[in-house]
């Protein structure tokens, strides 16, 4: 083989990429149960992220201007923190108990962030 | 009734990305940019691969190119500081700061839960292919580099105890948390902020985004896309709109961070299988999660897993945005619907 040629090292690419997919699809019963598992620490947003709400919570509410998003300021409701702020390490116990904020609601309102590839 | 109050809004650069504050008390905004500022240059000196002063990199000077050993920096290996694999190279044990060991426990359990598809080993792959430096730094284009298709070492080879926060690594072995730790620093900083502040906190780093605090009425709104703009901007490609009440919000993407190395264009998200770019099926992954880092590592494996990822989220019940090459938009987990 010569390693040199760069149609013989696309080959070998691909090659090894589609061994490699193998891989995952014939250990993806361990890395589903491995997940599972770690669901407790994996902090899933549980039941209520099948409630997201498909109607919006904030429509109606968009202000033209991305830092003009208005708020009460007084609202608490699924305010919780959800850093993983430990100082020993410990992060791997994160709260799951934040589940039910985490889930996104759809939005038709101006966004005052983004999130993307960076 | 009262003026609605509007956010406070800042952006910056820092850790090699664009930093977003928003707070829902613009009259702390001063403050939150001040405490945030600092908890970020703290990540920058433990964590940078690109600052040779970082606690990092100097993990890696002491690691040494493979080969024979060298002096431990640590000296003596303390005892629970044994390497998780099996690995029978020679090591070098490191007493790490509270900040870099929370840093790499982060990195080792994304990797645990994704079966090491989201691998802090990737940083001898990354520097082979071209990204060496902070990407800012980094040509467009270059000559080409030998794509050789070799595992990266593992994340078992990693050994660290948390409790004594000493590290335990194969000589040659160097770590990459750039996988980790931007969204693990929003969550902290966004907790901390909050907690100092006693308002709402949104701190995104790139596309990486935490919230904590009461958030804004409505919830935050974050427009999720290929890359990470200005709201204001229209968006490159296929966004949605959603709102978050709390946790965090992460989105990995192979149309950022890309450079071109003779005929190759290459991405910034490695297979640990190969060493190589991840194969591109999705270009662009957004997952909701109860915080930043949990989001990121799912979105960053999915973009591994490929078209699996489908199946993977829904078991694991993350709402999900999958944009495929072709733009086609898949949602799972209850990602809610778009609104046109």
């Known amino acids: 083989m010569n390693s040199s040629d760069p149609r013989t090292v696309t080959a070998v690419v691909k090659r090894e990429r589609a061994r490699s997919r193998l891989r995952a699809v014939t250990a993806g019963t361990g890395v589903l149960g491995l997940a599972v598992a770690g669901g407790l620490a994996l902090t899933l947003p549980g039941a209520a992220h099948s409630t997201a709400s498909t109607t919006g919570t904030s429509s109606g509410s968009s202000p033209g201007s991305s830092s003009a998003h208005s708020t009460s300021g007084k609202s608490a409701a699924g305010s919780s923190s959800s850093g993983t702020s430990s100082s020993s390490g410990s992060s791997s116990s994160s709260s799951g108990t934040g589940s039910s904020s985490s889930a996104p609601s759809s939005s038709s309102g101006s966004a005052s962030a983004t999130s993307g590839g960076s | ?340």
């Open chain 2, 1 to 340: 009734m009262p003026e609605p109050e509007a956010l406070g809004t800042a952006d910056w650069q820092a850790l090699g990305t664009q930093v977003w504050l928003l707070v829902t008390d613009p009259g702390r905004l001063a403050e939150a940019r001040r405490l945030l500022e600092a908890d970020l240059d703290a990540v920058d000196r433990a964590c940078s691969r690109f600052r040779p002063d970082s606690e990092l990199m100097r993990l890696g000077a002491a690691a040494g190119p493979a080969g024979p050993a060298s002096a431990s920096p640590a000296g003596e290996s303390p005892p629970g500081a044994t390497p998780a694999g099996e690995s029978t190279a020679q090591v070098s044990t490191t007493q790490l700061s509270p900040l870099l060991a929370e840093a790499i426990a982060v990195a080792l359990r994304a990797a645990r839960l994704t079966d090491g598809d989201v691998d802090p080993t990737v940083a001898g792959a990354m520097s082979a292919l071209g990204y060496d430096r902070d990407f800012a730094l980094l040509p467009d284009a270059g000559p080409p580099v030998r794509l050789t298709v070799r595992a990266v070492p593992g994340w078992r080879q990693v050994g660290l105890d948390e409790q004594s926060r000493v590290l335990t690594l194969p000589l040659g072995v160097n770590l990459d948390l750039g996988a980790t730790a931007k969204a693990w620093a929003a969550d902290r900083s966004a907790a901390r902020l909050a907690g100092a502040l006693g308002c709402g906190v949104l701190v995104g780093l790139g596309g990486d985004i935490a919230v904590a605090g009461p958030p804004p009425e409505g919830g935050w709104r974050i427009r999720v896309q290929d890359v990470t703009g200005r709201p204001e901007d229209p968006p490159p490609g296929p966004a949605a709109v959603v709102a978050i009440q709390g946790g965090g919000l992460a989105t990995s993407s192979t149309t950022a961070r890309r450079w071109r190395r003779g005929g190759d264009v290459l991405h910034h998200i490695l297979d640990p299988r190969t060493g190589l770019p991840a194969a591109v099926y999705w270009r662009t992954v957004s997952v909701a999660a109860a915080t930043c880092v949990d989001a990121n590592t799912a979105s960053t494996a999915a973009i591994i897993r490929g078209p699996q990822a489908l199946d993977w989220l829904s078991n694991l019940g993350l709402p999900a945005r999958l944009v495929d090459t072709a733009g086609n938009v898949r949602t799972v987990g209850g990602w809610p619907a778009e609104i046109r």
